[in-house]
């Protein structure tokens, strides 16, 4: 017999519903989830369903797997969507605790594949990397406005810092990838692949482990790279990318502009789309696919990558 519990995640509590039942609340600590696990044998739980909340889920997650109880993550948008199918639209965190486990129920997934600790201590590195980045992009947009001379020293100050700690970073991280064999690797290989930098090879390292593993229907749906139909009708829609992974998403966009300069088959491939009509960004999108399923294709043999002859015309 399946019985799902739905726990609701938060800075300092786990809010837990068995069966869509009553609630409980436990600390979010490690000897609240003690407690929480004890409670799930009593209630004889055979699967967790809880949301990603920033990092909060992490312990939980890692403590409940490793009392062999399969843990599922559900993407928030699905789960508010289908409370509000449900007709709740009210959002408390006893509700929501109910809500998830009747997901659970109604929605089985398999359970994701939990990150080993090496790889996820390489994703913190780089998502650390990219919000000094993204504060390092303000602040450079705040120089060009007519600051104070105070204020402006200080703005340079913090660039310079700034400069500092992603260089202390990228250190780091690289170090990372040379103390970890077999994710050293993995970098290497991706760096063949034209247009594809350390940056992007760290990153796809971290971000998706599913390289090499998934087919490349799956493997672009989950990155987000599969354009959604709007057709009702005899009306046919603009179709477009959304959802999925968008780290890797951005990290591929800025490889296939790399790409579409370095490459001759990628570039010839874009011209051959711009030429037919097709938008730039819809270009760009069919490039970023065709690199996915490189790296895929690279990642499954383990072996560098090979140009391809350029297609006769």
């Known amino acids: 017999m ?17 069966a869509e039942g009553r609630t409980r609340a436990f600390r979010n600590t490690a000897p609240g989830i003690g407690k929480l696990r004890a409670f799930l044998g009593e209630q004889s739980a055979t699967r967790v369903v809880c949301e990603p909340t920033g990092g909060y889920e992490r312990r939980l997650v890692r403590l409940l797997r490793e009392a062999d109880l399969p843990v599922q993550l559900a993407h928030p948008n699905r789960v508010r969507a289908f409370a509000r199918v449900c007709g709740y639209e009210a959002k408390t965190d006893l509700l ?38 993204a504060q390092r992009v303000q602040e450079r947009n705040r120089m060009r406005q007519e600051l104070e001379a105070s204020v402006l020293q200080s703005t340079q100050r913090h660039i ?46 971290a971000e998706l482990p599913e390289l090499g593993h998934w087919d490349n229907k799956a493997l672009i749906a989950l990155v987000g790279l599969a354009p959604w139909a709007r057709d009702s009708g005899q009306r046919q829609g603009h179709r477009s990318i959304r959802g999925g ?34 938008a730039g960004k819809v270009a760009l999108v069919a490039v970023m696919r065709k690199l996915l399923l490189r790296l895929n294709a690279v990642a499954r043999r383990g072996t560098p990558w090979r140009p391809e002859p350029l297609p006769t015309t």
């Open 2 to 18: 399946v019985v799902i519990a739905g726990i609701d995640v938060s800075k300092n509590s786990l809010e837990v519903s068995v």
């Open 96 to 133: 929501d605790a109910q809500i998830l486990a009747r997901y659970g129920r109604m929605f089985p997934e398999p359970e994701a594949r939990p990150a080993e600790p090496e790889r996820q201590g390489l994703q913190d590195l780089l998502r650390r990397r990219q919000q000094l980045v």
């Open 160 to 205: 310079a810092w700034l400069d500092q700690e992603i260089a202390q970073l990228d250190q780091e991280y690289q170090d990372r990838l040379r103390q970890h064999a077999t994710l050293g690797q993995q970098a290497a290989l991706f760096r063949t692949v034209p247009g594809v930098g350390p940056i992007t090879a760290a990153t796809l390292v």
């Open 245 to 278: 992974r968008g780290v890797v998403r951005r990290i591929l966009y800025l490889a296939a502009l790399s790409a579409i300069r370095t490459d001759a088959t990628l570039s010839d491939f874009y011209q051959r789309l711009r030429q037919r009509g097709k």
